[in-house]
């Protein structure tokens, strides 16, 4: 079936320096994606999301670009921090319907 | 915001016993609800959509048999694993669609023994 994947399944960063996780996806259809955060042993919290009339969205700290000529997302984190440390996972879904997760990348900050 | 309270947050049951995990949504109608499973280091992986008064739609490869989905009414899913085995251990996390998007419970960890 389809999926949505991740080209590197783990990350490692320095303190203070940026971030950029990036997901590859496949079904054409989707149109809306969104970045979340899983701590362990805990469900996943929103980070950002974009919907696909848009190729980039920023939030705090966060930006998502979406380039559907080649279904790629990328999440960029500005100046990580210890308490960005976490899986990221993307999703896509068509709106409304149900979401598909890529298969997630571990970000750990070094000190 | 909306909330959606996945309860019990761990539960240890012997093999053969079914379990019962509840998500309730607190200020809002969840007219729709998901419910993921999770193995460890793994992503979550989609068991079955939910609509308030009809049957669940599975996902291929899951057996309707063994997990239970009732949402029998809009502030209210559960999902039952019954004659659980060993390996349905797993993380259990339910989502509810919303206005604005998708909210998701704290997730069960379910240890099967």
């Known amino acids: 079936g389809e999926s949505v994947g991740l080209h590197l399944p783990t990350l490692s960063v320095q303190e203070g320096d940026n971030s950029i996780i990036n997901c590859a996806y496949s079904?054409?259809?989707?149109?809306?994606f969104i970045w979340y955060k899983q701590e362990s042993g805990k469900g996943p919290q929103f980070i950002i999301d974009?919907?696909?009339?848009?190729d980039k969205r920023q939030g705090q700290r966060v930006t998502v670009l979406l380039n559907k000529t080649v279904k790629h997302l990328s999440l960029q984190i500005a100046a990580t921090q210890p308490g960005d440390s976490a899986v990221y996972f993307c999703?896509?879904?068509?709106?409304?319907?149900?979401?598909?997760f890529g298969q997630g990348t571990r970000l750990t900050i070094n000190p | 915001g909306a909330v959606v309270s996945q309860h019990p947050s761990w539960v240890i049951c012997k093999s053969g016993t079914s379990v019962k995990i509840e998500c309730r949504s607190l200020?809002?109608?969840?007219?729709?609800m998901f419910w993921y499973r999770q193995f460890p280091k793994q992503s979550l992986m989609l068991m079955a959509t939910?609509?308030?008064?009809?049957?669940?739609?599975?996902e291929q490869g899951v057996e309707k048999d063994k997990f239970l989905i009732n949402h029998a009414s809009l502030t209210l899913s559960t999902l039952t694993v019954t004659s659980a085995h060993p390996e349905d251990s797993s993380f259990y996390i339910c989502?509810?669609?919303?206005?604005?998007?998708?909210?998701f419970g704290s997730g069960t960890r379910l240890t099967v023994v």
């Open positions: 989502s509810a669609q919303t206005a604005y998007g998708y909210t």
């Open positions: 079904n054409s259809a989707s149109d809306y």
């Open positions: 974009i919907r696909s009339n848009m």
């Open positions: 999703a896509e879904a068509r709106v409304a319907q149900k979401l598909v």
């Open positions: 200020d809002f109608q969840a007219t729709t």
């Open positions: 939910s609509n308030e008064g009809s049957k669940a739609t599975y």
